[in-house]
């Protein structure tokens, strides 16, 4: 679960998608050119293990699974926060957040 302001952040496939509407990824939306070679162009978006060090939760203090994220995928869904900058999404004062 990622805000709208931390969703440019979080990196991109290098194949495209075969779902064309709302991809990111394809040469109508103007994501990818014609003939381009993604392995070569889109080195800051790439993985490296190398180089990315894995944060922990602030809250469980388990390892996260995303380059970037400060909150586990599970404890950003029961709090319903942003995995990235912790922005409260909604309100969970009616609902029974559990992973369970």
Same mark, same amino acid.
């Given at each position: 679960m990622? &805000?709208? !302001?931390?969703?440019?952040?979080? %990196?991109?496939?290098i ?5 064309k509407?709302g991809?990111?990824?394809? @040469?109508? *939306? %103007?994501?990818?050119?014609? !003939? ?6 889109? *080195? ?5 293990? +190398? @180089?990315?060090?894995?944060e @922990?939760?602030?809250?469980c /203090?388990? /390892?996260?699974?995303q380059v %970037? ?5 599970? &404890?950003? +869904?029961?709090?319903?926060i942003?995995?990235?900058c912790?922005?409260?999404?909604? $309100? ?5 957040? *559990? $992973?369970?």
């Amino acid at each position: 679960m990622v &805000c709208d !302001n931390c969703q440019k952040k979080v %990196g991109k496939v290098i194949t495209p998608d075969p779902w064309k509407t709302g991809a990111r990824n394809t @040469t109508e *939306s %103007g994501g990818r050119k014609v !003939n381009e070679n993604k392995a070569l162009t889109a *080195s800051k978006n790439r993985f490296n293990p +190398y @180089t990315a060090k894995f944060e @922990t939760c602030r809250i469980c /203090k388990q /390892k996260v699974h995303q380059v %970037g994220s400060h909150y586990c995928q599970a &404890c950003a +869904y029961k709090k319903s926060i942003c995995a990235m900058c912790g922005k409260k999404m909604m $309100s969970t004062k009616n609902y029974r957040q *559990s $992973s369970a």
